[in-house]
T-cell receptor, first 114, second 115 residues
Framework: DTGVSQDPRHKITKRGQNVTFRCDPI?????LYWYRQTLGQGPEFLTY????????KSRLLSDRFSAERPKGSFSTLEIQRTEQGDSAMYLC????????????FGPGTRLTVL | ELKVEQNPLFLSMQEGKNYTIYCNYS?????LYWYRQDPGKSLESLFV?????AVKQEGRLMASLDTKARLSTLHITAAVHDLSATYFC???????????????FGKGTKLTVNP
């Protein structure tokens, strides 16, 4: 399968714990995006990488959130000291470097914070 | 800041009927996308609309884009149960004050097609 993959697909954690999600974009896609989707809402932009550089972070991304893309390939999103409000689907998308190309979404990681 | 509004948010229709979902957006953009999402699943790309007047059709779905009116429509023809899902429009947005481009999504239209 050559699509965007995410791991894990589901994560249940207790409030206050740290969690880390991984995204593997489509091979050779330079751009990688993280979005968050809460129940009944559309996805909301969190952050964007071009190769290994994190070029933008949304105001939605508090200090408890950090994202990396160390070698310009896979990316990780870490949430420290999780809160119940962090419960959501976290979606990763990738696209080639040409702005006209669409973003391809992964299956998402569903986080539940108890 | 770009705002994207879809209506209706909920749509219940009978098989065989036609209906249109509307997507309005507040600032200039010439790229718009339609996605389908089934419960608990990720987003499936339906249409990519890249210019004013663009019209694309796939099966019972047809999407169009009017960049001057800042409006896109998703028309459903002779609906069938398999079309039941949530449909999102997303607008490609590049802030004029700087910052990277991103997709801004509407809240989605939950479509239920009844036999």
């Amino acid at each position: 399968d050559t699509g965007v993959s995410q791991d894990p697909r589901h994560k249940i954690t207790k409030r206050g714990q740290n969690v880390t999600f991984r995204c593997d974009p489509i091979s050779e896609h330079n751009r990688l995006y993280w979005y968050r989707q809460t129940l009944g809402q559309g996805p909301e932009f969190l952050t964007y990488f071009q190769n290994e550089a994190q070029l933008e972070k949304s105001r939605l991304l508090s200090d408890r959130f950090s994202a990396e893309r160390p070698k310009g390939s896979f990316s990780t999103l870490e949430i420290q000291r999780t809160e119940q409000g962090d419960s959501a689907m976290y979606l990763c998308a990738s696209s080639p470097s040409d702005r006209s190309d669409e973003q391809f979404f992964g299956p998402g990681t569903r986080l539940t914070v108890l | 800041e770009l705002k994207v509004e879809q209506n209706p948010l909920f749509l219940s229709m009978q098989e065989g009927k036609n209906y249109t979902i509307y997507c309005n957006y507040s600032t200039t953009s010439d790229r718009l996308y339609w996605y389908r999402q089934d419960p608990g699943k990720s987003l499936e790309s339906l249409f990519v609309l890249l210019s004013n007047g663009a019209v694309k059709q796939e099966g019972r779905l047809m999407a169009s884009l009017d960049t001057k009116a800042r409006l896109s429509t998703l028309h459903i023809t002779a609906a069938v149960h398999d079309l039941s899902a949530t449909y999102f429009c997303a607008v490609d947005y590049r802030p004029t004050q700087g910052g990277s481009e991103k997709l801004v999504f509407g809240k989605g239209t939950k479509l239920t097609v009844n036999p």
